[in-house]
């Protein structure tokens, strides 16, 4: 695995390759954002990207968080000069309101494209919006970037316009099983009868199901599997099955709503077992904050671990940079600010379409399609931020992301800790 706090590009020999040329013209996204660059003159006409993201409702706390991670980049794009194989044209990003709901962001996108003729779109939010409408990009021949969707079900809908860049489900799925089997084997847990609860959307469904294929034929049992479906607001039926069962272990994918209330439903009835979170909800700053201190103390030490797409804990130079830039704008993060992992991957979206429109020198949606395709940015270069890629960021023409790897946090304290991989590790696992 490559060293986080390692940067640098990879040499290709045989000479430059298209896919160089796309990182060596991307390399100076994060530098150029933090001044290292003097701005050129800008042409008059913005390239236009949209965002389509829920930013009221349920899950409005997602884009709360990633939109002032996509007007920083903005920011930092324009300031050092925009798109300069575009004669410095600026970036200009228009927002739609979809509230995770697939027909409101099918809805949003059409006014998108046909009124304010966007060349790219940073979306769709969820599982279910890129499965049943991830097509739509194909239709308008504009890419699709999100920052959001896990599910391994969109790479089967024949969409070569829509990808995602998150840790999919697959990722999270793998990683933990591979952070259960740790911790036993390792670390001494001895955990081997798995409690599964889980949302049941294509999201939750998607993740839970290859983790119980790759529990299959090993040593442990899936004592209990629980699909729920949202809204829900009472855990403590789901929590009593999980108790009865007889479970040594629990895993979930679920979104940090529905964790906060499972934590508190599973402290109502003081039913405490090492928890192996397997979503971004497990691994929120806001959760010691959103289940009150005493809360907190009590559940978040049965323990509780889960998978980290972004955090500050991560020594992972451009990530620390463009972090250190948020906290001069005056962005502050945990309980009491923005979530640091959406803010960051709101961001990543913007920048990769920066490095994308430099190489592609063309505002045409089909040419910047045909460039992210081909793209490759390496591990530690500063306009890869999120630190889950080694040995850097591609993908397959299905939208598959590919080279991912996942970190795990344990709350020790009601703190973050870094536990696992071992070679990152700023703590050691307490069980």
Same mark, same amino acid.
């Given at each position: ?6 940067? @640098? ?5 045989? @000479? ?313 704008? @005056? ?33 045409? @949606? ?66």
């Amino acid at each position: 695995m490559t060293d986080y706090r390692k940067s @640098g590009w990879r040499h290709h020999a045989g @000479g430059i390759t298209r896919r160089a040329v796309l990182a060596g013209s991307a390399s100076g996204v994060a530098a150029a954002a933090l001044g290292f660059r003097p701005a050129a003159a800008q042409s008059s006409e913005p390239v236009k990207i949209g965002f389509v993201f829920p930013f009221t409702g349920r899950l409005a706390s997602y884009g709360e968080s990633a939109g002032p991670g996509v007007d920083l980049a903005m920011k930092m794009i324009n300031e050092s000069g925009g798109i300069q194989s575009l004669g410095g044209a600026p970036i200009e990003v228009f927002r739609g309101d979809d509230q995770g709901d697939a027909k409101l962001a099918s809805s949003e996108i059409e006014r998108l494209v046909t009124r304010e003729k966007i060349s790219g779109l940073i979306g769709v939010f969820s599982s279910t919006e890129a499965v049943s409408i991830g097509t739509l990009a194909d239709q308008y021949e504009i890419p699709f970037l999100s920052p959001s969707w896990t599910t391994a079900k969109a790479f089967t809908i024949g969409s070569t316009y829509s990808r995602t860049f998150n840790l999919t489900g697959e990722s999270f799925a793998t990683g933990g099983v591979s952070m259960l089997k740790y911790l036993n084997e390792e670390k001494g847990m001895n955990a081997k009868k798995v409690g599964l609860i889980y949302d049941g959307s294509e999201y939750g469904r998607g993740v839970t199901d290859i983790i119980k294929e790759n529990l299959k034929g090993t040593e442990y049992t899936v004592v209990e599997d629980i699909p729920y479906t949202t809204p829900i607001t009472d855990f403590v039926p789901q929590v009593l099955r999980l108790r009865n069962s007889g479970a040594e272990v629990l895993m979930s994918a679920q979104y940090f709503q529905e964790t906060v209330l499972l934590l508190r439903a599973m402290d109502s009835l003081d039913y405490r077992v090492p928890f192996v979170g397997c979503a971004s909800g497990f691994s929120d700053t806001r959760l010691p904050g959103s289940l009150g201190s005493a809360i907190a103390e009590r559940t978040l030490g049965a323990p509780v671990f889960g998978p980290v797409a972004v955090s500050d804990l991560v020594l992972y130079n451009p990530l620390q940079t463009f972090l250190d830039r948020a906290r001069a704008e @005056g962005h502050t993060f945990g309980s009491d600010g923005l979530d640091v992992n959406w803010f960051v991957l709101g961001a990543q979206a913007l920048f990769i379409y920066k490095a994308a429109l430099e190489a592609a020198a063309s505002r045409d @949606g089909k040419d910047i399609n045909d460039t992210l395709l081909s793209t490759q940015i390496p591990r530690g270069s500063d306009e890869l931020i999120v630190p889950f890629y080694d040995p850097g960021l591609a993908w397959e023409e299905t939208g598959r992301p590919l080279n991912q790897v996942v970190p795990y946090i344990q709350w020790q304290d009601t703190e973050m800790k870094m536990v696992y991989p071992p070679d990152i590790a700023a703590a050691e696992v307490k069980l």
